[in-house]
């Protein structure tokens, strides 16, 4: 009987190295992770996280959240931003990429609109910067009114050295007018120039004894934008443009009185 008990001893003792002697060979996969949860998020947000950071992992992260009424209230009185908030909402929404922190954009430029300034859409779909002109504004035109007694008025009149401009367009191409801000598209103005040997003219201002009168009207188009984005209205030339060279005219310079004095333009011709 005692030889049977030390022999039973033996072999347990044996067994129990043997148990922690090191396995060969591949070890188990580490148990799979489950996701995010509230708690996780409060345990981040209490641990001193950056807003950002914790708000990048909700996104980046499978998660799967409690966001009924108390559980909401239970998140914010433990001091979780209303943007991660947001965006554990929006993770079970399927709408991750929608939060107040990450608004859809839609800017539709390229990297080349990177300043005010007109732009054009080019063959390949892509923002180009519209060429710019020096304009000249003196007056001319010189006239006698009856009903002025006889007093001399005179327009004022905006000239482009040169006959043509560099850039081509046609009916439906894309303007893409970048203002400044506190500018409105509606103060843009389209021109049709009155084509010379060797400058193109348009009219800016009717002289009149008594005010001030634009007569821009004569040498303008209608068109229609619409704001895209902060700061930026798109519009198509209109349909019915005909062959010719034309000019966008920023907002500032239309009235400017004296022959040294100089504005900008944007142009570009319409081919027959």
Do not use: C
């Not at 939060?99 to 990177?114: F, I, K, R």
């Amino acid at each position: 009987m005692r030889l049977r008990s030390t022999l039973l001893a033996l072999a347990l003792t044996t067994a129990s190295l043997h148990a922690q002697e090191p396995v060969e060979g591949p070890l188990p996969p580490p148990p799979a992770q489950t996701g995010l949860n509230n708690q996780t998020v409060i345990k981040m947000t209490k641990a001193g996280l950056e807003d950002s950071i914790i708000l990048e992992t909700v996104r980046s992260h499978v998660g799967h959240y409690a966001t009924g009424p108390d559980d909401l209230i239970a998140l914010k009185s433990a001091g979780v931003a209303p943007a991660v908030i947001a965006a554990m909402q929006a993770k079970n929404s399927g709408f991750a990429t929608h939060t107040p922190e990450a608004p859809v954009n839609l800017t539709p430029v390229s990297p080349n609109v990177d300043d005010i300034g007109v732009y054009y859409k080019d063959h390949d779909a892509q923002w180009q910067n519209m060429p710019l002109e020096l304009v000249n504004y003196r007056q001319g035109g010189a006239l006698k009114s009856v009903l002025t007694n006889n007093i001399v008025k005179k327009d004022m009149n905006g000239h482009v050295n040169g006959p043509s401009a560099k850039l081509e367009l046609k009916a439906g191409d894309q303007v893409l007018l970048f203002a400044p801000a506190g500018v409105e598209a509606e103060e843009y103005l389209l021109i049709h120039f009155r084509q010379h040997q060797d400058n193109r003219e348009f009219r800016t201002e009717t002289g009149n004894v008594f005010h001030t009168q634009t007569g821009a009207d004569r040498d303008s188009l209608l068109f229609v934008a619409k704001k895209v984005a902060p700061h930026m209205f798109q519009f198509s030339l209109p349909a019915d443009i005909k062959p010719g060279e034309y000019g966008v005219l920023p907002p500032g310079g239309a009235n400017v009185r004296g022959m040294a004095n100089a504005g900008k333009i944007y142009t570009f011709a319409v081919s027959k």
